[in-house]
């Protein structure tokens, strides 16, 4: 039995059109794609709603190939064009900033902890 094809939206592994198609049984809610890849069968939202957004064979086929030679889409707005970067007004620089502590230094620190809490509960201890 052939499964209906509701449409197609572009693989973007392997440049073909991947046909999405409505799932069945325990997964009729959800769409499923098929491609060279193999089958699509994601259930996350994002995925489901990229598949959803399915068009026309030919409108798929024209995608890819504006894709493969590197022409941008109609629909698509222009880059803008890069102007200089703003200067950044009150920002700390690199070198006032504080250096992270090290691994020798943060045992150090514990082993100190360590032997002055020790020394403090074995004075209560023998106090108690």
Known sequence: MEKEILGYITCRTCMTPKAIMQGSGKREKYVYGRCECGV?????????SKMKGFKSLADI????????????????PKPE???EPKPVVNQPQPDSEPK??????????????????????KVLKAVA
């Open 40 to 48: 699509d069968n994601r259930t996350g939202s994002a995925a489901q």
């Open 61 to 76: 086929e024209l995608e890819i190939e504006t894709i493969k030679n590197g022409k941008p889409k109609l629909n698509e």
């Open 81 to 83: 064009p890069q102007t």
């Open 100 to 121: 992270p502590m090290g691994t020798a230094a943060c045992v150090g620190i514990g082993a100190v902890a360590g032997f002055v809490l020790g020394g403090v509960f």
